[in-house]
């Protein structure tokens, strides 16, 4: 059982009576050698790592190998616990986890890129935040995963994940169409309106350039996995509100293809400009020479 | 197409900060351990292109080092590898070259000198989201991923050498996935290198080695 396209993955999920997540684990035992049970203890302890790193940063803060960045978490998750936040619980709860991974990631601790280590922290930010706030067991997650995994895969196959290929868009836009997805199956989402979710933030992160000062996954990476939570959630609310959208996931996903290809080479990963090339951004990689 | 898996997706487990620059380096530098013709007396590696100018905000060198000392890139004794090398009476040593501009942007030329005094040198490239390959083993430009179970032979160019090793590799009904030679010149040393589909069997060098015209062998698993 294979797929090309998010129309074929919909032409499945009719056919078979299932979600995204099982016509993906179907396609995983079929097409790989591994057996059902070592596909399952495999994405257990994926989750189990993106868990811990989500989670860590909160009591132990830890400062980045460039310096940029480091106690994000701490504070969001201070400010959340002292009623204060904003956001509301959810959203509060996301943005602080997906921090919090980038604090373990660019500190040389153990993450999971997904689907790059630039944005690791959103797909567990926002999984682990609908965890706890609706007491989702962990398998159901790790079900969830393999949604997330079907969006990630079609991207990787039909256009790009790479920054230095599509910018930024191909990353944290990826990542958070992927958690969007999943997160609407999670809430109970048909899978058209796990990949409406998808397509919703292909649309929102469309043009985002990849820009990182110093060459470093620091800043604004962080913040950019931050926003790609928030972005998640509320694509994956409006999809489950029923609201439809006119461009289906595949057009949008060949839409970010084509944005990604004409953006110059400055705004692909080469640290030579967006946020890179400001003022602040140039004396950050100066002093760092 | 390579079949994508929820894992090239969901993955790989890593130590941070870059899938390209920490963990394709460590990948590398694991291969390159798995080549070397025993346990390690001193590595010195050169670093090209963005490796050369980004490494040290990337923990390249750290996750360099740990890779030659057989961590995986999940390994979380990757941000200690300096101290671990000192302790193990590994000698280690990084040099950065940014006069070479025609070269793939990240790209490492590993050499490992063996407790015994033998060399081998290897030339990784990390493609990207922890993929990498190695293209050069000592001064014969190659291709092989790692991903398959690998066997390296490395022999003098003379007719027959091709036909012992798969002969040997249909004796024990091995099915070959990808087969490559590459050699330096006509009649000089050549390399064959063998991807196989399943778990290649660890006798298999001891077998190949049987021909006279065959110098070394080495066999390459995959995780």
């Given amino acids: 059982m294979d797929f090309k396209n998010g129309a074929e993955l919909l032409e499945l999920c009719q056919q078979y009576h299932c979600p995204i997540s099982e016509i993906m684990k179907k396609r995983e035992w079929e097409l790989s050698e591994a057996r059902p049970e070592e596909i399952s203890a495999k994405m257990k302890t994926a989750w189990n790592i993106m868990k811990e790193s989500a989670l860590t940063p909160i009591s132990q803060p830890r400062k980045s190998i460039g310096g940029l960045i480091g106690g994000e978490a701490h504070l969001l998750n201070r400010r959340r616990e002292a009623g204060k936040s904003i956001c509301g619980s959810v959203l509060s709860r996301a943005i602080t986890y997906a921090c919090a991974v980038l604090e373990v990631n660019t500190s040389m601790g153990l993450i999971v890129a997904a689907p790059t280590a630039g944005s690791s922290g959103i797909i567990p930010g926002v999984l682990l935040a609908l965890k706890e706030e609706y007491g989702f067991s962990d398998s159901a997650v790790e079900n969830a995963l393999f949604n997330a995994g079907a969006i990630g895969y079609l991207a990787m196959r039909n256009a790009t994940v790479a920054g230095a290929v599509g910018g930024c868009q191909a990353e944290t836009g990826v990542a958070s169409a992927m958690a969007a997805s999943a997160a609407a199956e999670l809430m109970g989402g048909s899978p058209q309106q796990c990949l409406c979710a998808a397509s919703i933030v292909m649309m929102n992160t469309l043009g985002l350039v990849c820009d990182p000062v110093g060459g470093l996954v620091e800043c604004p990476c962080q913040a950019r996995n931050a926003s790609g939570a928030a972005n998640a959630l509320t694509a994956a609310e409006m999809a489950l509100s029923g609201i439809r959208q006119l461009i289906p996931f595949d057009e949008m996903l060949a839409a970010m293809y084509a944005v990604g290809k004409k953006m110059p080479p400055e705004l692909r990963e080469t640290a030579l400009g967006g946020c890179a090339a400001t003022p602040a951004g140039c004396a950050f990689s100066c002093q760092k020479k | ?223």
């Fill in chain 2, 1 to 223: 197409m390579a079949f994508i898996s929820v894992f090239d997706v969901l993955g790989p487990n890593m130590i941070g900060p870059s899938s390209s620059h920490t963990a394709g380096a460590c990948s590398i530098a694991l291969l390159a351990q798995k080549m070397a013709p025993g346990p390690l007396a001193s590595v010195a590696f050169t670093l090209y292109g963005s490796f050369a100018r980004t490494y040290k905000g990337h923990g390249t060198d750290l996750a360099l080092l740990g890779g030659i000392m057989g961590f995986a890139t999940d390994d979380r004794r990757i941000p200690d590898s300096f101290r671990i090398a000192r302790e193990q009476g590994l000698a280690f040593q990084f040099t950065v070259n940014q006069e070479e501009e025609e070269i793939y942007p990240n790209t490492v030329d590993i050499h490992m000198v063996t407790r015994e005094g033998k060399t081998l040198t290897v030339r990784g490239e990390s493609l990207g989201g922890g993929k990498v390959r190695i293209t050069r083993i000592n001064q014969v430009d190659v291709d092989f991923s790692g991903e398959y179970s690998t066997l390296i032979v490395i022999h003098h160019d003379r007719p027959g050498v091709v036909a012992h090793i798969t002969r040997c590799l249909s004796d024990q009904n091995i099915n070959i996935a990808f087969m490559k030679l590459f050699r330096e010149a006509r009649g000089q040393t050549a390399y064959c290198i063998v991807e196989s589909d399943g778990r290649l069997p660890e006798n298999i060098a001891g077998r190949i080695r049987e021909n006279a015209f065959v110098n070394d062998v080495m066999l390459v698993q995959p995780a």
